[in-house]
């Protein structure tokens, strides 16, 4: 090992830092080259002792293997076409829960509506804008629903009739 705790790839020569967990026994980097060179080092050392000289040759193996092609039929003849599907495919249209009616008295506090809204997503937006302001809060989770209603097909509330926080929004807040 090299004095800075580099140690040499033993298959392209570079120094490389080996990681905490492995440093006594890593002996090449993580390129995937040299990871290659690696697995197949280690094969050649596995094969290369006496007792797994016949692991997979004798009758025992064969019908361990002939049990499980029986037990998997047609594991070959699968397409990776068919295995592997998009997640949009999968994911069906969640259908939102009815917002309720807009309660028509003006005098509910922005303070009240911010407060009413779990942490995690007042975090979060307060994160994405880089404000902490309650009126930068309330547009962004207004943009983000109509977003999401746009997304899942769902007609948007863009006269703020149904929606209270943006009913109740400062007039003045800062368009990101």
């Known amino acids: 090992m090299h004095a ?3 140690c040499k790839c033993l298959h392209c020569g ?3 830092i080996p990681d905490p967990r492995n440093r006594h026994h890593q002996q090449y980097c993580g ?3 040299c990871r290659r060179a690696s697995k197949a080092a280690s094969q050649r050392r596995w094969r290369s002792r006496p007792e797994n000289a016949h692991y ?3 009758a025992d193996n064969v019908a361990r293997v002939q049990a499980w092609r029986k037990a998997h039929p047609g594991y070959w003849k699968r397409s990776k076409q068919k295995r592997s599907v998009a997640l949009q495919d999968l994911s069906n249209a969640q259908p939102s ?3 309720q009616a807009a309660n028509q008295d003006d005098t509910v506090a922005l ?3 911010w407060q009413r809204q779990p942490p995690v997503l007042i975090g979060l ?3 994405l804008t880089g404000s902490a302001l309650q009126e930068d809060i309330v547009s962004m989770t207004n943009r983000l629903i109509a977003k999401g ?3 899942m097909g769902q007609k948007s509330n863009d006269d703020c009739q149904t929606n209270l926080v943006c009913r109740t929004a400062a007039a003045g807040a800062a368009e990101l």
Do not use: K, N, S, V
Request: net charge negative; charged share 20%.
């Open 149 to 151: 209603q746009a997304l």
């Open 14 to 16: 570079t120094f490389f």
């Open 125 to 127: 937006i307060a994160h």
């Open 56 to 58: 997979f040759r004798g």
């Open 111 to 113: 303070q009240d509506l």
């Open 31 to 33: 390129e995937p080259e």
């Open 97 to 99: 829960l009815p917002q």
């Open 4 to 6: 800075m705790g580099r």
